[in-house]
């Protein structure tokens, strides 16, 4: 293990998301998984970053009496942002089309909100990713709902699917973040332990 300092941690991963699982994995960690359980509602003052970060502590807050003294849990929230509102997870086939209607052509973010803690320490953090998605087609749209099934997924795409390899024209950002873990910053944040 490179981070010699967790060797003395088991880490906590509340996230039932199997692309923040691979992630974690992919960076050499070992972990366990639970489920925070929470319902994912925030009040409607917050903005854009505030969003996650706020869905990620309230995820944090559900599990940390539980949390022992050799664990560190590990939550995230990721969200889509464009023209000052959330776009959220698509609930059917029509609304994952219609979600990819209204981000073809243009910009968003992706915004995903981090909670790092053990019982002495604890980091909330954000990341931020500007997204330009080229304009789609309705066969494309069609094709990548009818193959890919989108739904669980902020925005309605995976970046890593399909529709990344032909839709997305740039971003500026970390790629991993739009995949819904930060894992540069994630890495920072571990070393402090």
Not at 12 to 37: C, H, N
Not at 56 to 69: G, P, S, T, V, Y
Not at 136 to 146: K, M, N, P, T
Request: with cysteine; glycine share 6%; charged share 25%.
């Amino acid at each position: 293990m490179v981070l010699k300092n967790l060797e003395k941690y088991q880490l906590v991963l509340a996230s039932m998301s199997p692309r923040r699982q691979k992630l974690l994995s992919d960076l050499g960690l070992e972990f366990k998984v639970v489920d925070a359980g929470v319902e994912e509602s925030y009040p409607e003052e917050l903005g854009m970053t505030a969003i996650p970060e706020f869905l990620a502590e309230l995820k944090a807050n559900a599990i940390k009496e539980k949390l022992q003294e050799n664990e560190i849990l590990i939550t995230a929230d990721t969200i889509v942002w464009k023209d000052d509102k959330v776009i959220g997870k698509p609930e059917n086939k029509e609304d994952a089309i219609r979600i990819l209607n209204e981000l073809s052509g243009s910009q968003h973010q992706v915004i995903t909100g981090m909670c790092v803690q053990s019982t002495s320490k604890k980091y909330c953090f954000h990341a931020v990713t500007e997204v330009w998605f080229d304009k789609l087609s309705d066969d494309e749209i069609q094709f990548y709902v009818d193959s890919h099934k989108p739904f669980d997924k902020a925005g309605a795409y995976g970046i890593q699917e399909w529709i990344g390899y032909v839709g997305i024209e740039k971003i500026d950002g970390s790629f991993y973040n739009v995949m819904g873990l930060p894992i540069h910053k994630l890495y920072q944040y571990l070393k402090k332990f």
